[in-house]
């Protein structure tokens, strides 16, 4: 079986040798690049599993990258940044980064959220149902949204949270259920995360189908079917 690879870059040398150090420890190949340009062509280059992504580069900063990658890949993305404010973690998950960690961060940390992240995006070994409402269909296996008669692009996490809470109907989910089943850990981050995520998800799905997620005060979300009709 292949390996996986992850393309793992930072401008800090030391930091590009321990990531790799541990992720080669766990089977993983490792790709790396040491400044924003080079990490678009190693990305277009080698078709990266996942990207371990500073965001403070040379060339061509992180969010730059993201953007760029965003054009022609779906591969999931870990973001690292010494800049821990919350506006930076929202932007870097709006903008489709699937996880956050600030530095310093823990080696072993960052490969348990690597194989998080991947279980995540691996496709189901059994195939998924369509899921079918009066003015949405989620189809797992095409990964594919449908919202009246046009089609939804959503970013790998984006469409895991839709289908988590379209495939419990009525059913109040917390964030941190929501963080656990969608994210695939135990998360470390803010619960602020789902927040975000359910606000742009909103907003792509566009009105009336957005009124599908109801917000539970104090509690969560709740997805409310409305069946074919």
């Known amino acids: 079986m292949a390996q996986d690879v992850i393309l793992v870059v930072d401008d800090e040398p030391a930091i590009r040798e321990v990531v790799k150090n541990y992720l080669e420890r766990d089977g993983y190949t490792v790709v790396l690049a040491e400044d924003g340009k080079q990490a678009v062509a190693k990305a277009k280059e080698h078709n990266p599993n996942l990207i371990v992504l500073d965001l403070m580069l040379p060339e061509m ?25 919350e506006i930076d973690r929202v932007a870097g998950l709006e903008m489709g980064a ?61 469409f895991d949270l839709l289908y988590f809470l379209a495939s ?10 929501l963080l656990q089943h969608v994210w695939g850990y135990e998360y470390f981050g803010d619960v602020r995360t789902v927040d975000s995520h359910i606000k742009t998800l909103r907003e792509k799905l566009g009105n009336p189908t957005n009124q599908h997620i109801r917000t539970v005060w104090g509690v969560g979300y709740r997805f409310e079917a409305s069946l074919p009709g």
Not at 152 to 157: C, D
Request: charged share 35%.
């Open 61 to 85: 900063d992180g969010w730059d990258v993201c953007r760029e990658v965003r054009r022609f890949s779906q591969t999931p993305i870990i973001m690292l940044t010494a800049r821990g404010d």
């Open 168 to 177: 419990h109907p009525g059913r109040v989910a917390t964030r941190e259920v």
């Open 98 to 158: 699937d996880d956050y960690m600030p530095k310093p961060f823990s080696p072993r940390e960052l490969v348990a959220r690597v194989k998080a992240v991947l279980r995540r995006a691996k496709p189901a070994t059994e195939p998924r149902q369509v899921l079918r409402f009066k003015d949405l269909v989620v189809d797992y296996d095409a990964r594919q949204v449908t919202s009246g008669d046009k089609n939804v692009s959503l970013t790998p996490k984006e």
